[in-house]
C-alpha cells in the first residue's frame, strides 16, 4: 500500500509541477534577485520559476483528504498554514516586483500565531513532549519548546533555501534521519511516504541547473512538516537531528547578525553558511552534496545519541 501511495504522489508531483513550471513561465512569475545577494548566477536564476512549492500545498491537501481523520488534520494543517503565509510573501514578490514581499514582522507574527494555535492543539490532544522518558509530565517546558522549535524550524528551512536541490534533498535525508526516531505506523507512515514522494517530484525539476524554486510557500510547507512529524509523535527534541543542516544554516545566520551589529565584524563572508563557501569559490554542487553529506552524517550521529537516553 505504501509503495502505491509512493508511485501516486512522486507521479502526481512530476506531473503538476511540469505544468506549473510551464504556466509560470508563461505569466513571468519568476523570483527578482536581492541586490546584496550572492550575485552567482543572478541572469539564470532570475529567470527561474520561484513558486514550486505551490504543489506542495495541493498534494498536502489532497493527502489529508485521501485518509481524513482528526490526528491527519492538526498535523497537516502546520505545513498547510505555514505553507500559506510562505505563498502570501512568494505573491507580494511577484505582484511588487521586488525581493521583498511580506514585511518580516508581519510574517513573524504570521508564524507564531500558527505554531502557537498548532502545538496548544497537540497538547490537547495529549500528544506533546519533549521525548519519551526524558522530562516527562513536564508540559510547562515542553509547550514552549515546542513552540520555540516549531517556528525555529520554519525559518530555519528557509534561510537553508537558496542553492539549487539544498533544501530539498536536505528534506528528504531528514525523512530517512527520523526513520531513527519515530514510529513508523498509521498516520507517520503514510505522511512519510507521501512527503518523501512529493518532494523527490519537486527534486525531479530542482537539481542545478534548477527548472524551478520552491520558494517561501515551499521551504515553510516543508519546515512545518518537520516539525509536525517531530512534535506530534511527543519527540520534539528530533527536530535536533533531523534537522542538523537546517539547525547550522540558520545558527550561522544568527551568529553573523551578532558579530555585525555588536562587534562590527563579519564571522563568514555571506550567511547563511552555504553563501559563505560560494564566496569561496566552491561550486554550487559541491557545496550542496556536502551539505547533505554533513546532514546524513551529523543527523544520524545525534539520532543514535537521543534514541540511547
Given amino acids: 500500500m505504501m509503495v502505491f501511495t509512493a508511485l501516486i504522489f512522486f507521479a502526481l508531483s512530476v506531473i503538476l509541477q511540469y505544468f506549473w513550471i510551464k504556466y509560470q513561465r508563461h505569466i513571468h512569475l519568476t523570483q527578482i534577485q536581492k541586490s546584496y545577494g550572492v550575485n552567482i548566477d543572478n541572469e539564470i536564476k532570475a529567470k527561474t520559476p520561484s513558486m514550486g512549492g505551490v504543489i506542495f500545498l495541493i498534494l498536502g491537501v489532497v493527502a489529508l483528504l485521501m485518509d481524513f481523520s482528526l ?26 516586483h521586488t525581493s521583498e514581499g511580506f514585511r518580516s514582522l508581519d510574517k513573524l507574527k504570521a508564524q507564531l500565531l500558527v505554531c502557537a494555535v498548532w502545538v496548544m492543539a497537540v497538547f490537547f490532544r495529549g500528544k506533546l513532549g519533549l521525548w519519551p522518558g526524558v522530562f516527562g509530565g513536564m508540559w510547562w517546558l515542553s509547550i514552549p519548546v515546542a513552540f520555540l522549535m516549531t517556528a525555529g524550524t520554519i525559518n530555519a528551512v528557509n534561510i537553508t533555501d537558496g542553492l539549487d536541490g539544498l533544501a530539498g534533498g536536505s528534506f528528504m535525508i531528514s525523512l530517512a534521519v527520523m526513520l531513527i526516531m519515530i514510529p513508523v505506523n498509521g498516520l507517520n507512515a503514510r505522511a512519510m511516504t507521501e512527503l518523501f514522494a512529493m518532494t523527490g517530484g519537486f527534486m525531479f525539476f530542482n537539481t542545478r541547473p534548477a527548472k ?32 542538523f543542516i537546517f539547525i547550522i544554516e540558520m545558527l550561522s545566520s544568527a551568529i553573523q547578525i551578532f558579530t555585525i551589529r555588536k562587534l562590527n565584524r563579519k564571522i563568514f563572508l555571506m550567511a547563511p553558511l552555504h553563501h559563505h563557501f560560494q564566496k569561496k569559490g566552491l561550486d554550487e554542487t559541491a557545496v550542496t552534496i556536502r551539505f547533505w553529506l554533513v546532514h546524513s552524517v551529523g543527523g544520524v550521529m545525534l539520532a543514535l545519541l537521543l534514541i540511547s537516553l
Fill in 71 to 96: 490526528d491527519g488534520l492538526i498535523f497537516w494543517s502546520l505545513p498547510i498554514l505555514s505553507g500559506l503565509i510562505g505563498f502570501v510573501d512568494d505573491w507580494l514578490k511577484f505582484r511588487t
Fill in 212 to 243: 524551478t524554486f520552491m520558494g517561501d510557500t515551499g521551504s515553510h510547507f516543508l519546515g512545518g512538516a518537520l516539525a509536525a512529524l517531530c512534535v506530534m509523535n511527543g519527540r520534539t527534541l528530533a527536530i535536533i537531528p533531523a534537522g
